[in-house]
């Protein structure tokens, strides 16, 4: 008798195991990405009237075969250098017309979009981009597509385990803020506008929380006031102070967000990746590494500045590994990879295969 009952407890033990572990899905770590023309891998060439557009050479004349591929640099993104070196697969454009359901469980999606920003009316000059609230309206249908291919409990698994990156905030200042046009920039000061953000923001990641992100990255801003575009503004040619002003007082607040949120939300680990001070110091002495050029950018019409965008027409800087920026807004590969290297430092990221919490 009592060894019936010990087998029967055993095989009930055994049927919990196994139906556990039934329901969790033994799919790839994937990621998810979110955001703007900074980690964009091609979703706006599908946007046939966006204006902002990686469409042209010289764009991605370092990746690959060279070819323009959606990249808004002459290289690799931010989150492709820091995706490699966790060792974490680079996760294909939404709007791939190859994306299908095996690609998503083995790649994860990048829903990034040139242009987009926290706020919805955010670059409406660029007619076309995705902002982040339909970034997120996307990731839903994906994991509908998940549910319906491998169930709700795997998928609930598979989105658990994923890791999330969401990089915006630049255009919300450059391409909305800081232009008169907008009447974001009538209602606001600096401060009110950097509550809005966050308020908005919070609510964004919150639910991303509710759909099952747990591990999520936060790529803060760099000093976008010493963007070429923003250096022709000034009658010295230095950096907008303003501007760098405002970045430097979202990345404050966004840390504070993110160290909450994540003190807060169940089983969450947000965090906050910070790379300012590090690119500032690139920007201001590039030859401590190996650069030479932090000022103007590799590809332009000659004196013709500022070219929205980089052309066939244009002409290429000598050497792209000296120049910090590729064209008058973006960050060469070059210098994509230090910033890279200071967001994996600065949180510690350990290759995947090494650790379950990069
Ligand atoms: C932002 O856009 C999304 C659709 O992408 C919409 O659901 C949401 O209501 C909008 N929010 C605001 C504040 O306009
Ligand atoms: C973070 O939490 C602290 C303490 O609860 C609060 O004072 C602060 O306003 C919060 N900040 C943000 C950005 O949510
Ligand atoms: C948090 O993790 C625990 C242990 O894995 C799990 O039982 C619980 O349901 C999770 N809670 C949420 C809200 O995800
Ligand atoms: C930058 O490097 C290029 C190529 O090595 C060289 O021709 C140029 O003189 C250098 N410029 C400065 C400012 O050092
Ligand atoms: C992790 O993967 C990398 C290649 O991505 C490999 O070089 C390394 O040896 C692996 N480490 C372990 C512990 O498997």
Redesign the pocket.
């Known amino acids: 008798m009592e060894g019936r009952k010990m087998k029967l407890s055993t095989a009930l033990i055994m049927l919990l195991i196994f139906g556990v572990s039934n329901q969790r899905c033994s799919c790839a770590i994937v990621q998810f990405i979110f955001g703007d023309s900074l980690s964009d891998v091609g979703n706006n060439n599908y946007l046939t009237r966006s204006l902002a557009r990686a469409a042209l050479p010289w764009y991605g004349i370092d990746l690959g075969k060279g070819l323009p591929n959606g990249r808004f640099t002459n290289g690799r993104t931010v989150a492709d250098i820091v995706g490699d070196k966790v060792g974490l697969p680079r996760p294909p454009a939404f709007l791939d017309p190859s994306l299908d359901e095996d690609t998503i469980l083995n790649s994860g999606v990048n829903y990034a979009s040139g242009g987009g920003g926290i706020l919805n009316e955010t670059s409406s000059l660029f007619v076309q981009r995705f902002s982040l609230y339909k970034q997120i309206e996307l990731f839903q249908g994906t994991q509908e597509l998940i549910r319906r291919k491998i169930g709700r409990a795997a998928a609930d698994d598979f989105f658990a385990q994923a890791r999330y990156v969401v990089a915006l905030g630049s255009n919300d200042f450059i391409n909305n803020y800081l232009l008169p046009v907008y009447s974001d920039s009538w209602s606001y000061d600096g401060e009110t506008f950097i509550d809005y953000l966050?308020s908005t923001l919070?609510g964004q990641l919150k639910l991303l929380h509710s759909l099952g992100a747990r591990q999520l990255t936060f790529f803060g801003l760099g000093p976008m006031g010493c963007i070429p575009l923003q250096r022709i503004l000034t009658s010295s040619g230095g950096c907008q102070e303003s501007t760098n002003k405002l970045a430097l007082g979202f990345n404050k607040?966004a840390t504070?967000?993110l160290g909450?949120l994540s003190n807060t939300l169940p089983n969450a680990t947000y965090r906050f990746g910070d790379a300012y001070d590090s690119f500032q110091d690139l920007i201001d002495r590039p030859y401590m590494y190996g650069f030479n050029n932090s000022r103007g950018p590799c590809c332009s019409l000659g004196r013709i500045r500022p070219t929205l965008t980089c052309t066939p027409l244009s002409t290429l800087c000598e050497d792209r590994s000296q120049y910090v920026f590729w064209d008058e807004y973006h960050p060469t590969d070059q210098a994509n990879e230090l910033i890279a290297n200071e967001i994996i430092t600065k949180l510690g990221f350990k290759p995947i295969n090494e650790t379950n919490t990069p």
């Open positions: 966050m919070e607040a504070e967000l909450n």
